[in-house]
């Protein structure tokens, strides 16, 4: 009996949940990121790749080391069509993004937000905790397909899961812009 009386809190808690849930799929904003030299990097930029959008603290040492898996994914997968970007918009980011260029080293381009971009771009409601490092899979139609935040399984082995996740997104082809069909040439 006491199940009845709790069942509709539970189905409101849910639907709070549901209704600050980030979409996904679900297309890519434009994001863009500004660069310690006064530049600007695009999301746009890499339409036609597998873009990884890996948002991240400087500070963070999960952060420091998931660039180092990243710099070797990219290394690997760059001639596939993976492009990697960073993203970091903790306080005073764009202070210390140079310093974290200098002593990580990474093989993909990196820039700075402010934590409202970053959370209205990864759909993270007011007040909610953001858990870094958080990685954005977008495919090469610019359709975001799959989102994680630090605080899940996901990255106990990140090394193989983003591995996975990028050969099943270069697998798929890219919509032609004319009339949406695949741009692959058929075999002759």
């Known amino acids: 009996m006491r199940l009845r009386h709790k069942l509709p809190g539970l189905f409101l808690a849910l639907a709070a949940v549901a209704a600050f849930a980030q979409q996904v799929p679900r297309p890519s904003a434009e994001f863009a990121l500004s660069t310690s030299d006064g530049g600007q990097i695009l999301l746009s930029h890499y339409s036609g790749k597998v873009v990884l959008l890996a948002c991240m603290f400087t500070t963070?040492?999960?952060c420091q080391h998931s660039t180092q898996i990243l710099n070797a994914i990219q290394k690997d997968y760059?001639?596939?069509g993976l492009q990697i970007v960073g993203a970091f918009f903790n306080e005073n980011a764009i202070q210390l993004v140079p310093g974290f260029i200098a002593q990580f080293h990474p093989a993909f381009p990196v820039g700075s937000a402010s934590r409202e971009q970053v959370n209205e771009y990864l759909q993270h409601p007011p007040g909610k905790p953001t858990y870094v490092p958080e990685m954005v899979?977008?495919?090469?139609?610019r359709i975001v397909r799959a989102q994680y935040s630090g605080e899940i399984d996901f990255f106990k082995d990140q090394d193989k899961n983003i591995r996975a996740m990028v050969d099943s997104l270069l697998k798929e082809p890219v919509a032609s812009r004319k009339n949406g069909r695949s741009a692959h040439k058929k075999p002759s």
Do not use: G
Request: hydrophobic letters at 25%; proline letters at 9%.
């Open 137 to 141: 899979f977008i495919d090469r139609n």
């Open 60 to 62: 963070c040492p999960h």
């Open 78 to 80: 760059a001639d596939r």
